[in-house]
Each structure stands twice: as C-alpha cells, then as structure tokens.
C-alpha cells in the first residue's frame, strides 16, 4: 500500500513537472488580465444604451486618475465632424484607430457624436440645452466615455462640441443673446468644468468652436460691425472665462480661429488673458487669393495675438489642409501639394515659435491627409519636446 502511494505521488510531481516544462504544448502565452477597474470601467461604458451612471459612481471608478503635468508638447488627431459614422461605437473605434499608433498624446475622443440619448445623433434643434436635467444626463455619458479615456492613459481633452446647425442658437436680438450667456450658458460651463475638474481632465474648451466662428455665425450679428462682433465676443470670454478655473484646475483653453482672411483684423483685439492656453484654427485657402498670401494674413494675425498674450500657451490645434480648396492651387498630384503646404506650414510655425516659445499643442484633421501625409505629421511631432 505504501509503495502503491510512493509510486503515486512521483507520477503526480513528474506530470506537474511535465506541465510546467517551458516549451510544452500546452503553454498559455502571458496575457495581461484586465483589472477590475478597468472591467468596471467597461461594463458601464456597455452598459450605457440602457443605464447611464450616476456621478457618485462615476467619481468613484474616477478616483485613480489623477491630472497630469502640463505638457511642454501635446499633439492630437483631430476628427472631422461631417464625415463620422451614424454609430456611436464606430466612432469609439475611430478615436481608438487615431490613438493606436501612439504618435499623439492627447485623447481623440470627440464630444460632437453623442446625442442626447446614447446611441443616437446629435440634432441641431437640441441646442441651445435649456432643461439641466438634459445636460446633466449628456454629461455623465460624456464622462463615462471618458473614463474609457484615462484608464488606457491618455491625456483628455473635453470641449462640448455641438451639432452641426447649431451654431446659430436661434436669438433675434442682441439682448436676449446675452441673457442666454449669462443665465444660461454661462450655467452651463460651469457644471462642464465642474465634472472636468472633479474627473482630473487635463483640457477644458468652454466653447463649441471658434469664439470668433461662434459670434459670427449668430444670425442677428449679420448686421453688426467688425467692432460690434469684436466687442460681443469679448463679452462672452469675460463671463465664462472669469469664473471656471475655481471649478476647473487643469488646462483652461479658449479656440480662436485665424483663417479670417483679411490682415490686422479687429478680432486679434480680443483679450484671452482669463485663459491658460489659445488653441488657433488655420484653413489654408487659395480660393480668395495666392495661398502665400493667404498664409501670410492668417500666421500674421496669429503673431499679433501671440505677442499680446506672452503668458499663454499656444497651438495650432485645428489644422485643416481641406482638398476642396487646395486641389486648385496646383496642377501637381494633390497628395504632393498637400505635402508641400504641411512642410510650409511648419516652418511658418517654428518661425513663430522662435520669438514666442509658448508653443505647446498641434492637431490636425486627420480625414483631409493623403495618403503617406500622416508620416509628415508623425516626423514633425516626433521633434518636439512632450515631457
């Protein structure tokens, strides 16, 4: 009997042995099991079409990430919002493809593709949000998207990004405009920064777009003078921009757009001192004039902008290099302009950077690239300094 176990007992420490031996047919490769965070962090992303979390449990899977360091160099790919899939997880899997590679360092996650109910488009007849019940669910599906975000390591990014149509809130008059900033909107930035802040995200983007786009494209402004518009605008920075950073510690962005095409525009009046950081649009264009000069007016408005604001960070955050309006300039293959313009275009910006050094972010509308053109990107971003 004692031998019987004897003889057992070497059978079972040799077939251990055996299973273990490196080599063996029956070896499991290592495969990093999820944590249970990031399976939490999942299943309320999943789970969104049906339940939408409360705060207290989104702060709660929010608790690990804490708010990086800012950048000396971010870049990011940048989606363009006419051309997204009609469905919210393709354009989950869009943000993931922009990222794969890791050649950008801040989130793709784009705001711009999440109605007011999950899974289904933004609408134009949404906006302006008046009810804060709408807002507040909007939001924690924002931020439970964005925990998806943190947890694979990203830097964020959160701009509330509105529909396309929405531009014009609808106002009739300039009264009832401001009204709406101060009662309204001005509320409404607030509980964004509050939730950026409370998440630890690393950008905040108080406006839809451009403050200059923004103003101009209200439909009671068409009448208003350059110094009117101007003016408007300055208004609406000093109500929103006086008050977020006590909710919002992170990185406080105002966007301005350059691809105004006439020189020394009154909108580089505009004081953005309230901010941390100036994210600029640049459209080059050769449709009203030689592209040259069109880059001239739009770097030179940039420039005088810059210079008034020495403290702040600045980018090219929104660099659109649209076929459409390139593909006339030249009779060459137009994914060879295109490179062309791209290696323009950054010299222009080191010039710029040469005499104002703040320069900490680019992005770019990866949809308008030819092919081969993402690696004139990747090699420019690769010589800038991140951390």
């Known amino acids: 009997m004692k031998t019987f176990k004897l003889i057992t007992t070497i059978l079972i420490v040799l077939l251990i042995g055996n299973c273990a031996e490196p080599g063996s047919e029956d070896e499991t490769p290592d495969v990093p099991a999820l944590t249970s965070l990031e399976l939490r962090i999942q299943a309320a992303i999943d789970n969104l079409n049906s339940e939408v979390p409360e705060w207290d449990y989104i702060y709660e899977l929010g608790d690990d990430f804490d708010q990086n360091e800012a950048p000396k160099f971010a870049?990011?790919?940048?989606?363009?919002?006419?051309?997204?899939?009609?469905?919210?997880?393709?354009?989950?899997?869009?943000?993931?493809?922009?990222?794969?590679?890791?050649?950008?360092?801040?989130?793709?996650?784009?705001?711009?593709?999440?109605?007011?109910?999950?899974?289904?488009?933004?609408?134009?007849?949404?906006?302006?949000?008046?009810?804060?019940?709408?807002?507040?669910?909007?939001?924690?599906?924002?931020?439970?998207?964005?925990?998806?975000?943190?947890?694979?390591?990203?830097?964020?990014?959160?701009?509330?990004?509105?529909?396309?149509?929405?531009?014009?809130?609808?106002?009739?008059?300039?009264?009832?405009?401001?009204?709406?900033?101060?009662?309204?909107?001005?509320?409404?930035?607030?509980?964004?920064?509050?939730?950026?802040?409370?998440?630890?995200?690393?950008?905040?983007?108080?406006?839809?777009?451009?403050?200059?786009?923004?103003?101009?494209?209200?439909?009671?402004?068409?009448?208003?003078?350059?110094?009117?518009?101007?003016?408007?605008?300055?208004?609406?920075?000093?109500?929103i921009g006086g008050e977020l950073h006590d909710s919002f510690p992170g990185i406080l962005v105002v966007p301005s757009g350059a691809e105004y095409q006439e020189a020394n525009s009154l909108w580089t009046k505009l004081d953005f001192s309230l901010f941390d950081e100036i994210h600029f649009t640049v459209v080059p264009s050769c449709e009203a004039t030689d592209l040259d000069i069109n880059l001239d007016i739009q770097m030179g408005n940039i420039k005088e902008v810059i210079s008034k604001h020495s403290q702040l960070r600045w980018g090219i955050a929104g660099l659109a290099v649209y076929e459409p309006v390139l593909s006339s300039c030249s009779n060459t293959e137009f994914g060879t302009y295109q490179k062309e313009v791209l290696l323009e275009l950054f010299d222009r910006i080191d010039e710029l950077t040469q005499t104002n050094q703040n320069h900490a972010f680019s992005g770019v509308f990866a949809d308008f690239l030819a092919d081969g053109n993402v690696s004139i990107i990747k090699e420019y971003w690769t010589g800038k300094p991140t951390d």
Not at 92 to 101: A, L, N
Not at 108 to 122: A, H, R
Not at 133 to 156: P, Y
Not at 174 to 184: A, H, L, M, V
Request: net charge negative; proline share 4%; charged share 20%.
């Open 75 to 239: 870049t990011r790919w940048v989606q363009f919002w006419q051309n997204i899939p009609t469905d919210l997880k393709a354009n989950m899997d869009i943000w993931e493809h922009y990222m794969s590679d890791v050649d950008a360092t801040v989130t793709s996650f784009n705001t711009y593709v999440i109605g007011l109910e999950y899974g289904q488009q933004p609408q134009s007849t949404d906006y302006p949000i008046t009810s804060l019940d709408v807002l507040d669910k909007k939001l924690r599906m924002i931020a439970t998207l964005m925990l998806g975000e943190q947890v694979a390591g990203r830097r964020t990014l959160f701009q509330h990004s509105y529909p396309d149509g929405a531009s014009d809130l609808g106002f009739t008059n300039e009264i009832d405009f401001k009204s709406y900033i101060q009662n309204n909107f001005r509320v409404e930035k607030a509980k964004e920064a509050q939730m950026a802040g409370s998440m630890n995200l690393d950008y905040y983007v108080p406006f839809p777009q451009s403050i200059e786009g923004w103003i101009d494209t209200q439909g009671f402004a068409v009448d208003f003078t350059m110094q009117q518009k101007v003016d408007l605008a300055q208004y609406v920075l000093n109500v």
